[in-house]
């Protein structure tokens, strides 16, 4: 019996070898695939952190609040201001169009008087507030009369901006603006107290906020785009076998080879399991690759290296099941499909979808709400999360044992679907 099982294996790994563009994408594609990958997205981020964003900015207020906003803009780091094109001042209607035509992402309009006004609303809140103390006197109240209406900081985006950069930035300036009214009744209170040579408040914030990450041996685990491309991609390329396999298995049928096979003194069973420990060679070579490919070649592309000291051997038990849900599917699809025409568009097609919902591409929290349950019964959503445990999690064999018994469970289920299939359809 063992016998049969190696002669098994033997034949899958001649029918590989015999493939040499099958084994090209294989094992070149997926390195390529994820250098280029972790190439781009290191570049993006580099390029937001380090390239200053040109902004336009059009200040009809001249005051301390406009001078107030130029500097923090400044000292942020990631934007240039600019405030004439072509040596022409900038006005309102000339910014909104270079942005509107996508020259420029964001337009910041900063009002007329709003320096002036904001002082005189800050005025006519603190002596209404000190009035009722009798602290404030009858001259105190005159600008009581006026009334301010609320003023507008006007921002124009390029259509084109994406939402998150959006945000980020109408965040900032109202965290911003917001500090420069607390700070303006902060003053006008002292001034009214007279103590303007000895503060009464402190300005700085009472509430702070730090961010406390996972340590192991009193080092912090700083998560990297490396972290999350080397165990996505790799689960991607694992889960790509699906296509090689099935048109292999398509192709044994066509050919009458499987023909030949049952009626030698084999079980089905072997077969399946020959073919299971080959594939699951190759799958096990492709995840080596790339976290070789992260260890140690990532690091001469000036990207952050791969940390998988001691951790090792818990990814490889996550690849190794990953590697049996994405063959059980391979087969199986091999197995229902009757032509190539048939299984290598589902098959590739198929692994996409699932590397879609199970968060390769995307996280899973950023999808619809409708999209995160769905997310659960892609086997990738499990072994990426069982790699993330690992990686970014600093978990255990105990916190990975649920995501390793569920892509098992897959595997099983999908074999003996298979087994079950091909036995009824030979049996009619």
Not at 78 to 93: A, D, M, P, R
Not at 146 to 171: C, H, W
Not at 373 to 387: D, E, K, Q, T
């Amino acid at each position: 019996m063992l016998y049969k099982f190696w002669m098994t294996v033997k034949k899958e790994l001649l029918l590989l070898q015999r493939d040499f563009g099958g084994l090209v994408i294989l094992f070149v594609m997926p390195l390529v695939l994820i250098i280029t990958i972790t190439l781009i997205q290191n570049s993006a981020f580099k390029s937001l952190s380090e390239n200053k964003i040109p902004i336009l900015l059009v200040d009809y207020d001249n005051g301390s609040i406009s001078k107030t906003v130029k500097d923090n803009l400044n000292k942020n780091g990631s934007f240039s201001i600019v405030s004439k094109i072509h040596g022409i001042k900038l006005n309102e209607t000339s910014a909104k169009e270079a942005v509107f035509k996508g020259e420029y992402q964001l337009a910041i309009i900063i009002p007329e008087k709003l320096s002036v006004d904001l002082q005189t609303k800050v005025d006519q809140n603190v002596n209404k507030i000190l009035s009722g103390f009798g602290v404030t006197d009858s001259a105190n109240t005159i600008k009581n009369g006026d009334v301010i209406g609320q003023k507008e900081v006007r921002l124009y985006f390029d259509p084109a901006t994406q939402m998150t950069f959006k945000n980020a930035v109408k965040s900032a300036i109202d965290k911003m603006i917001s500090q420069i009214e607390t700070q303006s009744i902060y003053k006008t209170f002292q001034d009214q107290l007279g103590e303007s040579n000895n503060p009464i408040f402190d300005q700085k914030s009472f509430i702070a906020f730090k961010e406390i990450v996972p340590t192991v041996n009193n080092k912090e685990i700083l998560p990297n785009s490396v972290q999350h491309n080397v165990p996505a991609w790799s689960l991607f390329a694992i889960f790509f076998i699906v296509v090689p396999l099935s048109i292999n298995i398509v192709k044994e049928k066509g050919q009458g080879t499987q023909i030949r096979l049952i009626t030698n003194p084999v079980p089905y069973a072997i077969l399946i399991a020959g073919k299971t420990a080959t594939y699951l060679l190759i799958c096990l070579i492709q995840f080596l690759l790339m976290v070789a490919v992260g260890v140690y070649i990532f690091p001469f592309l000036d990207l952050p290296v791969l940390d998988v000291s001691g951790k090792i051997m818990l990814m490889m038990n996550v690849a190794f099941f990953s590697g049996l849900a994405a063959i059980g599917f391979g087969i199986l699809l091999g197995t229902v499909a009757k032509t190539h025409e048939q299984s290598a568009p589902f098959g590739a097609t198929s692994v996409v979808i699932l590397a879609a919902i199970g968060g390769v591409w995307v996280p899973v929290f950023a999808m619809p709400k409708v999209m995160q349950y769905v997310s659960h019964i892609s086997p990738m959503n499990w072994g990426l999360n069982a790699f993330y445990d690992v990686l970014l999690r600093n978990g255990s064999i105990l916190e990975i044992l649920p995501e390793i018994i569920f892509l098992l469970l897959f595997f099983i289920t999908t074999i003996t679907i298979a087994i079950l299939y091909d036995k009824k359809k030979r049996a009619v």
